[in-house]
T-cell receptor, first 113, second 114 residues
Framework: EDQVTQSPEALRLQEGESSSLNCSYT??????LFWYRQDPGKGPEFLFT???AGEEKEKERLKATLTKKESFLHITAPKPEDSATYLC??????????????FGQGTRLTINP | SQTIHQWPATLVQPVGSPLSLECTVE??????LYWYRQAAGRGLQLLFY??????ISSEVPQNLSASRPQDRQFILSSKKLLLSDSGFYLC?????????????FGSGTQLSVL
């Protein structure tokens, strides 16, 4: 069964304090790994897609990396506006051409000024 | 550009009452459509998906149903709500593809069943 586990559940950082969020996964043949950002009461907002081990993608203060078993979301010199829940998801086998994303529980990140 | 609309944003319903949540997508044709539920402290759970008009597939047995009466319209329904139906409901769409494609989510509906 495809599974995604994110750690830690919650993380508090001071502004400017860099850190990493972890996403461990088990899937029968990885087709893609996705990172989303979700603000309270809002729908998830797409950040990155990673397709193969060794791949990296960056956007502003965020960098996502991928290995064969896990992905990391590195946050460099975060600001209070980076506070959100970060969700990781893997693409499970397609179902009739539809995407089936299996999500982790998320990491709730708080950046204190 | 493509946009997804989901309403209402918040809903409080008594147990046993009916439910209808609506989602529409603009700016694309023949999208794949999805309903997810997010319970407090838990990950997003896929409820239904649709690859075309009238084609609905359910991922988990439950008290809910879905319909797709038009290409870009997706409706989530229940005849009688249960307390356990409370949660944050998200509609999403993706382009039909044989590869991994990202999902675009709506703004969600917070449903409280009392």
């Amino acid at each position: 069964e495809d599974q995604v586990t994110q750690s830690p559940e919650a993380l508090r950082l001071q502004e400017g304090e860099s850190s990493s969020l972890n996403c461990s996964y088990t899937v029968s043949g990885l087709r893609g790994l996705f990172w989303y950002r979700q603000d309270p009461g809002k729908g998830p907002e797409f950040l990155f897609t990673l397709y193969s081990a060794g791949e990296e993608k960056e956007k502003e203060r965020l960098k996502a990396t991928l290995t064969k078993k896990e992905s990391f979301l590195h946050i460099t010199a975060p600001k209070p506006e980076d506070s959100a829940t970060y969700l990781c998801a893997v693409q499970a086998p397609l179902i009739q051409g539809a995407q089936k994303l299996v999500f982790g529980q998320g990491t709730r990140l708080t950046i204190n000024p | 550009s493509q946009t997804i609309h989901q309403w209402p944003a918040t809903l409080v319903q008594p147990v046993g009452s009916p439910l209808s949540l609506e989602c529409t997508v603009e700016g694309t044709s023949n999208p794949n459509l999805y309903w997810y539920r997010q319970a407090a402290g838990r990950g997003l759970q896929l409820l239904f998906y649709s690859v075309g008009i009238g084609q609905i597939s359910s991922e988990v047995p439950q008290n809910l149903s879905a319909s797709r009466p038009q290409d870009r319209q997706f409706i989530l329904s229940s005849k009688k709500l249960l307390l356990s139906d409370s949660g944050f409901y998200l509609c999403a769409w993706s382009v039909p593809s044989s590869g991994a494609k990202k999902l675009f989510f709506g703004s969600g509906t917070q449903l409280s069943v009392l």
